[in-house]
């Protein structure tokens, strides 16, 4: 007798409904592409920057990159990346609160633009997190020998 494993469904049942979970997908592929776009457009950045800020301007780009790749894990896949889900959101929330600092300490550039963009985003990621239930992890794989 051959053994057979059983496989988890492609989105495993997790008591979310269609509906919240596209709204989930949907928000999670638009932060895909803004982080994408934002990439794009921060080679340009990347190029004129002076010897002072190239690293930190390509440090940036390359965080545009990987974000957009995580949002597109989390898009496809939202419950089998259990952690990944709280990193991106507590990244996003972070920098929204050092940036809401600065804007009280003042002076500093980027603050409102950070405001705006991350805790925009810190807000879209947690409302798509509590709609697809994120939190709510793939059940276990079971095999039969």
Not at 33 to 41: M, Q, Y
Not at 121 to 132: G, P, Q, R
Request: net charge positive.
């Amino acid at each position: 007798m051959t053994p057979t494993i059983k496989m988890p469904a492609t989105e495993p049942r997790v008591g979310v409904s269609p509906v919240r979970q596209g709204i989930a997908r949907y928000a999670l592929w638009l932060a895909a592409f803004g982080a994408g776009v934002s990439a794009v457009i921060s080679a340009s950045t990347v190029w004129q920057a002076d010897s002072a800020t190239t690293v930190v301007e390509t440090w940036r780009a390359y965080g545009y990159v990987v974000f957009a790749g995580l949002f597109v894990l989390l898009a496809l896949r939202p419950h089998r990346y259990r952690g990944v889900w709280e990193l991106v959101i507590a990244n996003k929330v972070a920098l929204t609160a050092t940036a809401s600092g600065y804007a009280v300490h003042g002076g500093i550039a980027g603050s409102a633009a950070i405001i705006i963009w991350d805790g925009g985003l810190s807000v879209v990621l947690i409302v798509a997190y509590i709609l697809c239930r994120g939190w709510a992890g793939v059940p276990p794989v079971t095999g039969a020998a």
